[in-house]
């Protein structure tokens, strides 16, 4: 971005690069809107993703390049990750930088980056859909509430992303998740049609398919963003740590925002008619926190007091295991192009199973699903081929599940850190119980040796590695632990959850908030649950419904200048503090 352009006023101003972010420009910029892109990372060359000559070593055991990284990079919660991967630590934040803070006893592993793309560049790039299971949880068994919106609203929305983005799959015929717009097939290998065919006779409520999984993008411009570049109407701001959204105290509306330089500290104001916030859930909920204003004391488009409430994350359970009659097998899967980073993406995806249509079948409410990987990793001749995976359990949206901001600790720039206070139900202890339980027998019954079953609460059994020493075991049990916090699915969600009642939410079903309309919040912080999938795909559709909203508001003259939405809605009186 160039000086003369900080002065500049836009019609859109959209803060954050990742999935929502990315899908965000691409929407506007093709309705022909002027809009400025701010990101608090660098943009990052495709010269950078290089791979280190070391290797990881088996999981939990890599402790001297994880200690590394907590040393030299101050990494000292990125590197807890379970799958932990030295080549992309770069590109993870510093946490002695960018840090968060948890209640006294609890534990949360907010695994980031910060880059152009945001996770679109580490993440598994498995992409599901969400259904009716999800948008509809709490009229299927009571709990919650429901969204807004149902399937059919974002199913094509879904089919818009997919296209962007390009994705591999299948066509499995399956009500959750739906079918989507593939640009090829997915791929199973050897061992995992073995598993299938055991799995799904056995258990034939058990559906074992392939991932979707997004195409690579070699350039690392997500395809977002790519398309809005083409446009001619994008400016990108990278290096912007935004500090808060800025209010026009008149009109009430928002009115841009402002933001730190990363490298200098220089702060700096940018102005736009729109702004579309799509930072990633806790971010999303740190900065509305942060930019509170005398009509908003307790957070920007709290009206309701919920800003921040109704967190989530997914609960887990890894497994890693032998195949003994497979030594030396594994299939490289032809069905889509390697990435020359990250390789291939793909496995199996056992859908969620649980308490379906309806009836109530477990001990507990929702479910989870799993998916795994077997055969797909190059071994000896005379080594055993791996498998494993995990599964991820639905969290209950619950008041209690907290974001908020520190009141002493700041990040390098001076902004308040985000303070996470997130806990386990006892739906969601047993709830997990039963995943490792599950995975377990699944296993067991393919004839594969278990190395460990370990989750968010626990490991099911005290016999771990059975290759490995005494001290080796000790050590990986301590490590287990921290890779398997609460936090580990990097799916966490809600806080700035949708609705039909602005008592009851933060955004209405375009995203756009009650108290602000020239406001959205479009990442996973608007939803209302969390359900078994990734929130990846979902995030992009609800933003690409949220812009259509916004193209058709500007055609029509409605989110034109703030002037004119003045009249469409005057902000709430936030409440006081109790």
């Known amino acids: ?41 660098p943009e990052r060359s495709e010269a950078e993703f290089v791979r280190p000559e070391e290797e990881p070593g088996a999981l939990g055991m890599d402790i001297i390049p994880r200690a590394k990284d907590m040393l ?45 793309g945001g996770r679109m560049q580490t993440y598994g790039r498995v992409l599901q859909r969400m259904g009716n299971l999800d948008f509809k949880a709490a009229s299927l068994d009571g709990y919650g509430e429901d969204w807004p919106i149902e399937y059919a609203d974002l199913e094509p929305y879904y089919d818009r992303v997919e296209e962007l983005v390009g994705v591999y799959g299948d066509k499995d015929g399956l009500d959750q998740p739906a079918d989507g717009k593939y640009i090829g097939p997915g791929f199973l290998s050897t061992i995992e049609k073995e598993f299938k065919a055991k799995v799904e006779t056995r258990w034939p409520e058990r559906k074992v398919i392939s991932w979707r999984v997004q195409a690579p993008f070699e350039d690392r411009i997500p395809p977002g963003i790519a398309a809005a570049r083409r446009t001619g109407r994008l400016v990108t701001r ?70 921040g409430h109704y967190f989530m994350d997914q609960t887990t359970a890894l ?22 980073f990250h390789g291939r993406a793909g496995g199996i995806l056992i859908p969620r199973f649980q308490n379906l249509d309806g009836r109530r079948t477990e001990r507990y409410l929702r479910g989870f699903d799993y998916q795994g990987i077997g055969g797909r990793s190059p071994v000896p001749p005379d080594v055993p081929a791996v498998f494993g995976g995990d599964a991820m359990g639905e969290m209950l949206p619950r008041y209690d599940n907290y974001v908020g901001v520190s009141r002493r600790v700041k990040d390098k720039w001076g902004i308040p850190a985000p303070r996470i206070d997130c806990t386990l139900s006892a ?23 278990i190395n460990f079953i370990g ?41 700035a959850r949708m609705g039909s009642d602005p008592k009851k939410s933060v955004v209405n079903n375009v995203n756009q908030t009650w108290d602000i309309p020239n406001l959205f919040v479009t990442d996973a912080s608007s939803f209302v649950t969390n359900g078994t999938v990734g929130p990846t795909l ?11 909203f916004i193209a058709e508001q500007h055609a029509s003259g409605g989110l034109t200048r703030p002037t004119e939405l003045a009249a469409v809605e005057q902000p709430r009186k936030s409440p006081s503090k109790a």
């Open 72 to 116: 030299i990079r101050g990494q000292v919660r990125q590197a807890c990750r379970a799958f932990f991967d030295g080549g992309v630590s770069p590109f993870m934040v510093n946490d002695l930088e960018d840090p968060y803070t948890t209640p006294l006893g609890q534990s949360y592993l907010w695994i980031r980056s910060k880059m152009l």
């Open 538 to 548: 979902t995030i992009m559709a609800l933003t690409s419904r949220a812009c259509k």
């Open 319 to 340: 497994c890693f295991a032998d195949v003994p009659d497979r030594p030396g097998s594994w299939d490289e899967d032809t069905a889509q192009p390697a990435d020359s």
């Open 427 to 449: 739906n969601e202890r047993m709830m997990t119980e039963d995943m490792m339980k599950a995975i377990r027998e699944m296993v067991e019954y393919a004839g594969y040796r």
């Open 238 to 307: 990278t290096n912007a740590v935004v500090s808060r959204i800025t209010v026009n105290p008149r009109s009430g509306l928002a009115s841009g925002a402002e933001f730190v330089d990363r490298v200098t500290k220089r702060r700096h104001r940018v102005f736009g008619d729109v702004v579309v916030l799509a930072a990633s859930t806790i971010e999303s909920i740190r900065l509305l926190l942060n930019s509170g204003t005398t009509a908003f004391p307790d957070g920007l488009a709290n009206s309701s007091g919920l800003l």
């Open 455 to 495: 989750s968010t609460v626990g490991l099911d059994s005290s016999k771990v590695w059975p290759d490995f020493n005494p001290l080796q075991r000790q050590i990986f049990k301590v490590g287990i632990r921290m890779s398997q916090s609460l936090g580990a699915a990097i799916h966490e969600c809600g806080g």
């Open 1 to 41: 971005m160039k000086e003369q352009d900080i002065e500049r006023h836009f019609y859109a101003i959209v803060v954050g690069s990742g999935p929502g972010g990315s899908t965000a420009v691409r929407e506007l910029t093709e309705a022909g809107m002027d809009v400025l892109l701010l990101e608090a990372g």
